[in-house]
């Protein structure tokens, strides 16, 4: 079976596309809202209330550290979620991520600090954390196959770009939110209680997430492939040896991609604060609204480009146009002009980022037969995310200690990673189907 043969199946009606698509879209919304709030406490104020103990520098590698723990849980996220979603479907097994997730997030919310409980603090926002990690392991193969499978064939990029603006709309309400409790609350009340006021949020998305989530049927390509007799008892360990070589490809892609979000959303926003002095947050956080709210529109376009031309051209570009502005990009925050902060940020995130997140929801499962394709695009993405993800703002924020505040090997650090998805595409078969697949599915 080829990759493009894989991609063919039953697809559903119009109505009932948008309807998913608007509740893959809600669900990751608030899925990223939660994974990313973590992201941009443990930059700004996990580091003095969990680990006061520390010097600035070290206060912030120990939360950058918390934060690295979500990645790491993410390949079981991703391996559970492969098993179960390959065997009893997509749906029931987003419908527990979502759950965990929210739950997680509200509790770190409640969480006593360091001065109130000791070592007990750090030790309950890890475990917090770790649960953060495998609910967002679980939670994206789910969604954006649900997206991929109930789409025409020749419109699998868009579609699945949908689930992927949830990554945007969760960053822009994190971002928001933080952003107006920072600008509302003085100092000294923010450390004290303002910062918990985001995450306790999260329960009421969480409600809202699940109540549209519920309201969607399993694709019908799954729904096919489970009447017929056609799931398999162990999809983790078949997909590994059928599809090691596919699993491999999509972590090497997967891990310019993610670097390259985290150095921008998580490490940046400590790097500007330092570099800009007291306004340098708020600089950072609006640089980032910034990119998120055009990633909605450039995300989305990205898929139905890679849709007309090819995945990898796609793919390719992004990788390529981040090993080419990375330095740019340093060279423009360090002129500390807001302007020239928020161009980075848009030109590194919507050009180079989008177009690589845009086309990947439809290359990864692509890549992968229907009964198979849930474990290997979950657990390509989720290891690719450990690599290149997890321990980039910890990589880099030692590398800028050594380097005396320099950031030349944070920016090296980010080009070798862009290089290797870039040799990843290069490796990887281009997944898009032929017309005359497409004349097949009507």
């Not at 695009?377 to 980039?392: E, K, P, W």
Request: with cysteine; proline share 4%; hydrophobic share 55%.
């Amino acid at each position: 079976m080829t990759s493009v043969e894989a991609t063919v199946g039953p697809v559903s009606s119009g109505a009932e596309r948008r309807r998913v698509a608007v509740a893959s879209l809600i669900g990751t919304s608030v899925e990223w809202y939660d994974f990313y709030l973590y992201g941009t406490a443990s930059a700004l104020v996990l580091g003095p209330l969990f680990f006061p103990h520390a010097s600035a520098a070290g206060g912030i590698l120990a939360a950058f550290a918390t934060y690295a723990v979500g990645f790491v849980a993410r390949p079981v996220g991703g391996a559970l979620a492969g098993h179960f979603g390959d065997r009893v479907g997509r749906k029931a097994v987003l419908v527990g991520s979502l759950l965990l997730m929210g739950v997680a997030t509200t509790a770190i919310g409640l969480l006593p600090t360091y001065a109130s409980v000791g070592f007990l603090a750090p030790v309950l926002l890890t475990v917090l954390r770790l649960l953060q990690g495998l609910s967002a392991g679980i939670e994206w193969g789910g969604a954006v196959l649900l997206a991929v499978e109930h789409a025409p064939v020749g419109r699998r990029g868009l579609y699945g770009a949908v689930p992927q603006t949830g990554s945007a709309v969760g960053m822009i309400l994190a971002s928001s939110v933080f952003t107006a409790v920072h600008a509302t609350v003085d100092g000294s009340a923010f450390l004290s209680w303002g910062w918990r006021i985001p995450f306790l949020l999260s329960a009421v998305l969480v409600i809202v997430g699940l109540i549209v989530r519920l309201s969607v049927a399993d694709s019908p390509e799954f729904i096919a492939l489970r009447d017929t007799g056609g799931t398999v008892r162990a999809p983790v360990g078949l997909v590994l040896r059928r599809h090691g070589r596919e699993v491999g490809l999509t972590v090497l892609m997967r891990i310019g991609q993610i670097a390259l979000y985290t150095l921008y959303t998580v490490f940046l926003l400590t790097y500007i604060a330092h570099a800009l002095g007291h306004r340098g947050t708020t600089v950072g956080l609006v640089a980032t609204l910034v990119a998120s709210v055009i990633s909605l529109v450039a995300t989305p376009l990205w898929g139905a480009l890679s849709d007309r031309i090819g995945r990898r051209r796609v793919y390719l570009f992004g990788a390529l146009f981040t090993v080419l502005f990375t330095v740019p990009a340093f060279l423009f925050i360090d002129t500390g002009a807001a302007a020239l902060v928020v161009a980075a940020y848009i030109l590194g995130l919507n050009l180079g980022h989008d177009s690589q997140y845009g086309a990947q929801a439809a290359f990864f499962s692509e890549l992968f037969p229907t009964e198979l394709r849930y474990s290997g695009a979950s657990i390509g993405y989720a290891v690719g995310a450990v690599v290149g993800g997890g321990l980039t703002p910890l990589i880099a924020a030692a590398a800028l200690d050594a380097c005396g505040g320099r950031p030349w090997l944070v920016a090296a650090y980010l080009m070798v990673l862009a290089a290797v998805s870039a040799v990843g595409v290069c490796l990887a078969p281009e997944t898009r189907p032929r017309a005359r697949v497409e004349a097949v599915q009507g």
